[in-house]
């Protein structure tokens, strides 16, 4: 039976900071972050600078090295896990020709695509002026230029693998959240009549795509020859370090939240209520996500002028329902399970006696209902949730969300179970025997309070009756 592969190194590029983790085998080393900064330069708009990717991608290989030197230097394989939906136009030199357009970007919100159930049954991706076809689409109409100019059209993931080996290529999971894929893992022929060859070759997640040129080897102070895998999207992955599956469907915290189930298929056998996209080794992954969750505690901490954590610790101070204020956390539009992209956040119910403390009650309960309608919707029946990302740490987080839900949540021992999936499908890529239970073991199943169970039946009512006002406002208001 084939061993570990040696020191492995993966590279969690998300939206907000650049995530790297050292392995030695099925255990890990170390961990660093790097962050990444977001521009909105108009109302609704939001870019990176592209090189951003690449140089926090240095910066956390950096820290690394210097954490932990000896592993460093025994590093044989580099894999990814990535948000998805994000791209930049590059010329033949890997060299960004404008900012990176990112998943959250609403400049495309009126542009229509066609036939959207078409579209769907096609893709899987729920059509609307967010998705990264309606952005490329704007990208023709106004950088019609920089789009003749440019070589290729690129992930964050897609650009930094490139510089590390030289080779140009997506894997299905990040193509296939695109809207001008086929679930087959093939583009549509009517992207390809489109974009022409600026997209680039589509292979499966677990395929070693090259390895370290000498200038990114010497960049990184990394051995040659460092092999590199394709690696997959964040939900993709997620999926994998939790052990997600239909009864027990992945529930991740981080800049956004998202509700994602793993599925065998044929695509024609799967649900149509949401987004459908490839999974990191096989199969289908269904999921319906909201639209903010850590973004929406950084704007209120903006906001209010108080830090992140001192919200939360103020916020479990406040009883269920937050006083009778409701929020509907749709800063980015109202996503999973309403896919309204025009349509923003909300508080209901506000008055001069709710503060800090209350509206942050209020925001993480607007984001855990968002969750159980999301949870509602793909995985009807399900018996437990699995959790990820940085929510899977906090206390108040588990406590509303298995309040809401009232499920069982599962919780394991990494919650950066992205970095745990993308450990995964270099495991698969290279022939290796690393289980999930050797990487991230469960460490607790948490039942909820039942009278929590029940004081939340309530809010949920009074918030549905929010949500569907909301929702039937007209167009600007």
């Not at 030695?24 to 990717?53: F, K, N």
């Not at 690394?64 to 136009?89: C, K, M, Q, Y």
């Not at 999971?173 to 589509?202: H, K, M, Q, V």
Request: aromatic share 4%; hydrophobic share 50%.
């Amino acid at each position: 039976m084939p061993g570990h592969a040696g020191t492995v190194l993966t590279v969690d590029l998300g939206t907000s900071a650049t995530k790297g983790a050292l392995w030695r085998g099925g255990d890990l080393v170390a961990i660093a972050r790097a962050p990444i900064e977001t521009r909105h330069p108009r109302p609704g708009w939001a870019e990176q600078d592209p090189e951003s990717w690449w140089t926090s991608t240095v910066d956390v290989c950096h820290e690394l090295r210097a954490v932990a030197p000896g592993d460093w230097g025994t590093v044989t394989t580099i894999g990814f896990s990535a948000a998805r939906e994000t791209f930049a136009l590059v010329d033949a030199g890997l060299a960004p020709l404008g900012a990176g357009i990112l998943w959250s970007d609403r400049r495309a919100a009126d542009d229509e695509l066609g036939d959207a159930a078409d579209i769907r049954a096609r893709t899987g991706v729920v059509l609307n002026g967010a998705a990264h076809a309606a952005k490329l689409a704007w990208v023709a109409r106004e950088q019609h230029d920089t789009l003749r100019r440019a070589r290729w059209i690129l992930q964050p993931r897609d650009l930094v693998a490139a510089r590390l080996t030289g080779v140009v290529t997506t894997d299905w999971t990040l193509a296939s959240r695109t809207g001008l894929c086929a679930l087959d893992g093939s583009w549509l022929e009517t992207a390809g009549a489109e974009y022409g060859d600026r997209l680039p070759p589509i292979v499966p997640s677990a395929t070693v795509v090259g390895t370290l040129t000498a200038d990114a080897a010497a960049t990184l102070a990394l051995p040659r020859p460092t092999a590199v895998v394709a690696g997959a999207g964040d939900r993709a992955c997620e999926v994998l370090g939790t052990g997600a599956r239909p009864s027990t469907p992945m529930v991740s915290w981080g800049t956004t939240a998202n509700v994602s189930v793993p599925h065998a298929g044929p695509a024609a056998d799967l649900p149509g209520v949401a987004a459908t996209s490839r999974g990191a080794l096989g199969g289908f992954v269904v999921e319906a996500g909201v639209s903010a969750a850590g973004a929406a505690l950084a704007w209120l901490s903006t906001l209010t002028g108080v830090l992140h954590d001192d919200l939360l610790g103020a916020a479990a101070t406040v009883e269920p329902g937050a006083g009778g204020l409701l929020a509907l956390p749709w800063l980015s539009g109202a996503r999973g399970p309403w896919w309204r992209a025009g349509t923003h956040a909300a508080l209901v119910g506000l008055t001069e006696a709710h503060g800090p403390p209350a509206l942050a009650r209020a925001v993480v309960e607007g984001i855990a209902l968002d969750v159980a309608r999301c949870v509602e919707l793909v995985a009807p029946g399900a018996q437990r949730l699995a959790l990820a990302g940085a929510g899977a740490g906090h206390d108040l987080w588990r406590e509303i969300l298995g309040g809401v839900t009232g499920a069982p949540l599962v919780r394991r021992a990494l919650p950066d179970a992205a970095s745990v999936g993308a450990r995964l499908v270099v495991a698969a890529a290279l022939g290796e025997a690393v289980e999930l239970e050797e990487l991230n073991p469960v460490v607790a199943v948490e039942s909820p309070d039942p009278a929590l169970v029940a004081a939340y039946r309530p809010v949920r009512a009074a918030s549905d009756r929010a949500a569907t006002a909301v929702l039937d406002l007209p167009a600007g208001v």
